[in-house]
């Protein structure tokens, strides 16, 4: 066992106990960060390289996942923050659809969401306004899913409701359509951008450097240090590294010589549509079954097919047949009329094999530490997780 791995450092595939398990699928890679242009840090000789930085810790992904977490991390070290692309939340992160749901999602996730949202109704840093505000989400049974409504209701505390109450909450429901449904009460609107730009924002007050276009290359170990270079030919060197790259996880890690976390990154297609209905009141609403959700944003309905297709790391583009499916299903249990599409786009959402967030110590790369596989539910738990993560790292 790894030096690192002590008693709740959990190993792969008992991370999280009790959280649903995600389909496996063929492994992929990559290689990520996010961030913007660094500030400078000390120089010191090593050997015939120039040292760019020698820091307690290097995070890599400047998602809200690696920004999160360097910011708990940067309260007693220094921290630097390295992202392959050239602005910071480039991929999942700035594509979220931008809800706290606390009846989304396996045990684990609602755990974490949980009490991540006192810190989301207050965070502890300087926003631009309001990360949070109110919002009410309608799980709708359909497709002979009614138990799993009842259910839902059950483990959750969300009010079960019948078909007419369903309706009355959500005035764009065909008559009839529904005859069970979960109400919650709790659920908010987040502003993700917000969010990652307060973490960024605090992280950097606390002395923390955000370094963009700084792709990892090559990672060695000396002595009590890794020694990590970037596509731009610098070095940085500390004794702790965290992946935080999500969807690129397995290929960073591969760098390191980590083990091999098998991290299926999945599309989600996201989309927006006009509507002639009356869109006054109407919630978050999902199907139980995972085939659609859709909400209300302005004059448009944006929707999503749920999709969780296995793509290679990158830039995903949204799935036209997955579109033109959920259309049809949200207009057979609506009103809403859904026949053009405004915009669209894709993110990916980042499973570890058991469906469970990968938050330790990795068992054969020393000072190694993941932090990925947050499955889409990232945005809802950042807070409580990074603290979760940064207890775990200093109880080391």
């Known amino acids: 066992m790894h030096p690192h791995l002590r008693e709740g450092h959990h190993a792969v595939g008992e991370t999280f106990p009790g959280a649903a398990a995600e389909p496996s699928g063929p492994p992929y890679g990559g290689m990520s960060g996010e961030g913007d242009n660094s500030q400078s840090v000390r120089s010191t000789p090593i050997g015939s390289a120039a040292i760019m930085g020698e820091m307690d810790a290097i995070v890599i992904g400047a998602g809200i996942a690696g920004v999160s977490l360097a910011y708990e991390l940067s309260a007693d070290r220094e921290v630097v923050l390295l992202e392959a692309e050239s602005s910071p939340a480039t991929h999942t992160t700035g594509r979220s659809a931008a809800t706290w749901i606390g009846s989304y999602g396996p045990p684990i996730v609602r755990r974490f969401a949980a009490e991540s949202l006192p810190l989301l109704l207050d965070p502890p840093f300087e926003t631009d306004g309001p990360v949070a505000t109110p919002m009410s989400c309608l799980w709708i049974g359909i497709n002979g899913r009614d138990d799993d409504v009842r259910r839902l209701a059950q483990d959750t505390g969300s009010t079960l409701v019948d078909g007419a109450e369903a309706e009355r909450l959500c005035p764009v429901l065909r008559p009839g359509a529904v005859a069970v449904a979960a109400w919650d009460e709790t659920a908010k609107d987040l502003d993700v951008m917000g969010l990652h730009q307060g973490y960024l924002r605090a ?3 606390r ?18 240090d890794w020694v990590v270079t970037t596509t731009a030919g610098d070095v940085f060197r500390a004794p702790l590294v965290v992946n935080a790259a999500g969807a690129w996880g397995d290929i960073v890690g591969a760098v390191f010589g980590a083990e091999r976390l098998r991290l299926e990154p999945r599309r989600r297609t996201i989309f927006q549509s006009p509507t002639r209905a009356d869109l006054t009141g109407v919630p978050f609403t999902a199907g139980i079954d995972d085939g659609f959700y859709f909400k209300a944003e302005g004059d448009t309905v944006l929707c999503s097919p749920q999709d969780a297709t296995l793509q290679e790391p990158g830039s995903p583009r949204p799935d036209e047949l997955e579109i033109a499916r959920a259309m049809e299903a949200v207009n ?8 053009s599409v405004r915009t669209s786009w894709a993110g990916l959402r980042t499973f570890a094999p058991d469906g469970n967030p990968v938050v330790r110590w990795d068992e054969k790369a020393e000072g190694y530490f993941w932090f990925v596989g947050q499955a889409g539910y990232g945005i809802q738990m950042a807070p409580a997780l990074a603290r979760h993560g940064a207890e775990l790292i200093r109880a080391a």
């Open 332 to 339: 057979e249990v609506t009103t809403l009329g859904l026949r």
């Open 207 to 224: 002395g923390g450097t955000l370094v963009t276009s700084a792709r990892v290359v090559e990672a060695a170990r000396d002595g009590a």
């Open 203 to 205: 992280f950097r007050a």
